[in-house]
Nanobody, 114 residues
Framework: QVQLVESGGGSVQPGGSLRLSCAASRNILTIYSIGWYRQAPEKQREMVAI???????HYGDSVKGRFTISRDIGKNTAYLQMNSLESDDTAVYYC????????WGQGIQVTVSS
């Protein structure tokens, strides 16, 4: 099992940046993969970015080149740096850890609006 605590959400203008953090309650290297999904109103949930235990990364097409996922092994924390934010990035962002089954954080709101 793992508990996930997200932080760093909020409101930002288009073109701005935010960094999300996801602190895991166990050694992040024992987690098969950890990353972010998002859910916008009236839209399907979509994968944003994932980092595997070996450090491999995967991104959703809509965020490639703008978002970067990383991790701090010593802090058991994953980060999502979001740059060049657009209104379509507005959503609740969920940290997800896969250890056989998926464990979800409580979600954090990101709002991009002028």
């Amino acid at each position: 099992q793992v508990q996930l605590v997200e932080s760093g959400g909020g409101s930002v203008q288009p073109g701005g940046s935010l960094r999300l953090s996801c602190a895991a309650s166990r050694n992040i290297l024992t987690i098969y993969s950890i990353g972010w999904y998002r859910q916008a109103p009236e839209k399907q949930r979509e994968m944003v970015a994932i980092i595997g235990s070996s450090g491999d990364t995967h991104y959703g097409d809509s965020v490639k080149g703008r978002f970067t996922i990383s991790r701090d092994i010593g802090k058991n924390t994953a980060y999502l740096q979001m740059n060049s934010l657009e209104s379509d990035d507005t959503a609740v962002y969920y940290c997800v850890a896969r250890i056989g089954v998926d464990y979800w954080g409580q979600g954090i709101q990101v709002t991009v609006s002028s």
